[in-house]
Each structure stands twice: as C-alpha cells, then as structure tokens.
C-alpha cells in the first residue's frame, strides 16, 4: 500500500521519493478542466518549450541586470535572453532593444510605470496616468507602487471596446490646463475581457500634437500581455509599435499566447530605459541591478528560444489561424440559432459573447464550472449586460466545440421548461462601463 502523505505542519521526517511521485501525479481533472477549459488564456504548454525548460532547469545564471546591452562574455541562456529580446524586437519594430524575461505582465506593467514615472521625475514635474476603464489591474497596482496620485481614466468608444482618442485629447488639454505636462499613457494590445486593442497609431498622433504645441511630454506604454503574441500574426504592419516615436516600452507574455510554462513574461524597452530604475549591486563590482525582480531562472528563456526557433513565424501563424477558424465554427453555430450576441470579435482566438436567449444572459453554474468561463457586466449600446469570454486555445478541439454548443442547447430546452421566475439580477464584478 502507498502511503498517503498527508499535511500537518512543517514533516518531522521525509518519506521515499516513490510516495512523493504517487502524489505528485496532477490527474487528468486539473489539466486544462479535461479539454474544456476556456475563460481563460491557458494552455498547456508546447512540448518542446516543456523540453526546453526541463533541460534549463539547473541553470540559473540569468540572475542581475539585463543582457541586451552586456558586454560580458554571456553564457549559453544569457545568450538566449538576448536573442529573445531581439527576435520580439524584431517583430515589434525595435532595432534597438532593451529587456528582459520577466515573471509575467504584471511586473512588466509595474517596470514600465515605474522607469517613466522616474524619468519624469527627474525632470521634477507632476505625471499623470492615462487608462481605460478596461486596462488589466496590474497598472492599478503600479499606480499604487509608484504613488502616482493623478490617474485618468478615458471613456471607451461605444461598442468599439477601446479608448475614445477624441476624449483622450480632451483629458490631456485639461492636464495642460493644469500646468501638467508629463503622462504616462497605458495602450493595451488585447484587453483581457474583450480582446479588442487601443489604436497606438492614433494615440502616437496626439502626443506628437501635444508635444509641439504645448512641450507635453507622453511616454506610451503598451501592454500586450495578450496581444503581443497574437497580433503580429494576423496584422503585421499594425504591430510594429515602435515605430511610433513616443512608444517607449512594453510588455508581452510568452507564458499566454506563446504556448510557454509558467512564468515568462518579456519586458522590452527603448535603448537604456532601463537606466532609470538602475542601482548598483552589492555583491557584483561589474553587474548593475536595472530589473524589478532578482534571482532569474535560465529556464524561461532556454524555453522562449526553443519555441520561437521552433514555430517560427509561420508557425505561430498557422496555430492561430486555426484556432481562429475553430472559433468561427463556434460563432456559426451559435449566431445561426440566435443563442448568443457578438459582444467584440477581435482578429484574435478570442471573442466576448452575451447569450441573451437565457434569462438575464446567464449561462447555467454547471457550464460557467466546466468551461471555466465566468459573468462579468459590461456597459453595450447603453445598458448594462452580462456576457462571457471564451478564448479557444490549442487544447480545445472541434469535438469540445461541438459539446458545448449541445450542452448550450440542452440547457436552453431544460430552462424553457420551467415556470419563469421573476428575474432577479445577480451579483456581479464591478461593471464595466465607459464613464
Ligand atoms: C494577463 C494580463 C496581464 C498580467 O499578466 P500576468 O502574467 O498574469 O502577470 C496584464 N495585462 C493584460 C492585458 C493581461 O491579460
């Protein structure tokens, strides 16, 4: 008999490593909820990056400072980062660029704040922050960090899902009002709820404005968490961000879209933004600290390197195109039996639907459970509605597809049976809502 290891404070004493690999078995339930798993942007990831990432394991070199701009003789993960760094580069419109792998898109989102928040203060002048209502916590939480104290939040274009630019000026007019004349704006590619994207061209267009009427500086920062991994493939000339001069950092995360384990996220830069955060490193007389965190595995990048190398461009491309096709079938199914309303529809694996053929456009517990997908509210054509996001990832397949819309139908045909109910609206997340 195996014994069952059970928890009760810190073990007195070890048991055999076969007891620890019996209850190490994950079970099929927790991977990916059994193929059913869609609410979120997770997969399990790639073969080869798993392979990758095993092999790197024992090799945590990538610890302080950044490789991108070392002249150090690097070793074999070092180099990894760095090609990294400048393959995204590459396909984001930086020649030049500076970075490194983070932990994820939070603490790339917290870098970003905090290297303009001190190059602005440096120049010892008030900044302002610049979001959506849509833009992902992580800023709030680099807000809150950086204790920037004046943040705005700009209304969303009706339907559209991203950032009204016409009250973006507005807002920034009334900072010049103010004798502010430094901002942080956050333009995310991919919002998590609607996967729709800022439009960084335009955005790009009213600093420059900004900046030769008034001196108004604007650091853009993109957060492409999701977008990052996914755009470049179905829309190429719109992701060469940083050709847009005031873009001067963003964040993107392999862990999501680029089929990478946990945690690999990238932090990419202008030339030497880094410098604003730098410090030096007590234990190093060579090595400057310029990350937010510290100790780095070699694991994350050995895994990067591995799948981009791997997919490749055209790769990447055909796994999303296909994913993208698996989500039309889906949309076709539900659209022809008038089940669902198209929320947002971006260029991505993703969409955002309200199924307004259930009451108050709530899908039963049971299949909120097992596609782990969940309600939020969010403000449509002037009411306040309750809709879904379904993200088709590389595990789901036509046959879960095909599940889901008949368990739709099913639930659909069990609720048309029972006497209606008075409608009681339900708790929900905060509402999303342009101001
Ligand atoms: C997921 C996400 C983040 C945060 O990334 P983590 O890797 O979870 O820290 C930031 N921004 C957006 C748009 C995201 O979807």
């Known amino acids: 008999m195996m014994q069952v290891l059970q928890f009760s404070g810190f073990p007195e004493k070890g048991v055999e490593d076969e007891a620890i690999l019996q209850a190490l078995k994950p079970g099929s339930s927790s ?58 580069g590459d ?26 928040r001190n190059y602005f203060s440096a120049q010892k002048n008030t900044v302002a922050l610049m979001q959506s209502c849509l833009t992902h916590e992580s800023i709030q939480k680099a807000v809150d960090l950086t204790m920037i104290s004046h943040v705005e939040e700009i209304a969303l274009e009706d339907c559209h899902f991203r950032m009204d630019t016409r009250r973006l000026e507005e807002a920034i007019d009334n900072l010049i009002s103010h004798q502010i004349y430094h901002a942080i704006i956050i333009a995310t590619a991919g919002y998590t709820l609607t996967g729709t994207s800022d439009d960084i061209r335009e955005i790009n267009e009213i600093v420059i404005k900004f900046n030769k009427q008034y001196g108004f500086q604007g650091w853009i920062h993109i957060d492409a968490a999701i977008g990052g991994m996914v755009l470049p ?71 990067c390197w591995a ?15 296909d994913l993208i096709s698996k ?3 889906l949309l076709g199914k539900l659209l022809q039996k008038h089940i669902a309303e198209v929320i ?48 088709i990832m ?27 109910k008075s409608e009681v609206k339900p708790q929900h997340e905060k509402v999303i809502s342009p101001m």
Not at 269 to 297: A, C, D, P, Y
Not at 307 to 321: T, V
Not at 349 to 373: D, H, I, V, W
Not at 394 to 420: G, N
């Open 91 to 116: 396909l984001y419109g930086l020649n030049e660029a500076d970075g490194y792998i983070t932990s994820g898109g939070t603490e790339g989102n917290i870098l970003g704040v905090w290297i303009a």
């Open 233 to 303: 493939f179905r829309e190429q000339e719109n992701t060469r961000w940083f050709e847009c001069e005031h873009v001067m950092s963003m964040t993107v995360d392999p862990h999501k879209m680029g089929y990478i384990p946990y945690s690999a996220g990238v932090f990419m830069g202008r030339k030497n933004v880094l410098s604003w955060i730098e410090r030096n490193n007590q234990f190093s007389k060579t090595h400057v600290s310029n990350t937010l965190i510290g100790s780095r595995n070699g694991a994350a990048a050995a895994a």
């Open 31 to 88: 991977r990916n909820q059994g193929g059913t798993f869609m609410g979120y942007p997770q997969t399990t990831p790639h073969a080869v990056a798993i392979e990758a990432y095993l092999s790197y394991m024992e090799y945590n070199t990538n610890h302080v400072g950044v490789f991108t701009n070392s002249n150090r003789q690097l070793t074999a993960s070092q180099k990894m980062e760095s090609e990294v760094i400048a393959m995204l």
């Open 394 to 420: 590389p595990h789901i397949s036509y046959a879960t597809l095909d599940m889901l819309y008949e368990d739709i139908m099913e639930a659909l045909a069990e609720s048309s049976l029972k006497p209606s």
């Open 344 to 391: 947002s529809n971006p260029e991505t694996n993703m969409c955002c639907l309200s199924f307004n053929s259930f009451s108050n456009c709530l899908l039963p517990g049971r299949l909120e459970q097992k596609y782990a997908t969940r309600a939020f509210s969010i403000q449509y054509r002037g009411s306040v509605i309750n809709c879904y996001k379904l993200y």
């Open 307 to 321: 799948m981009f190398q791997h997919l490749g461009y055209s790769g990447y491309k055909g796994i999303l195109d």
């Open 327 to 329: 989500k039309e079938y």
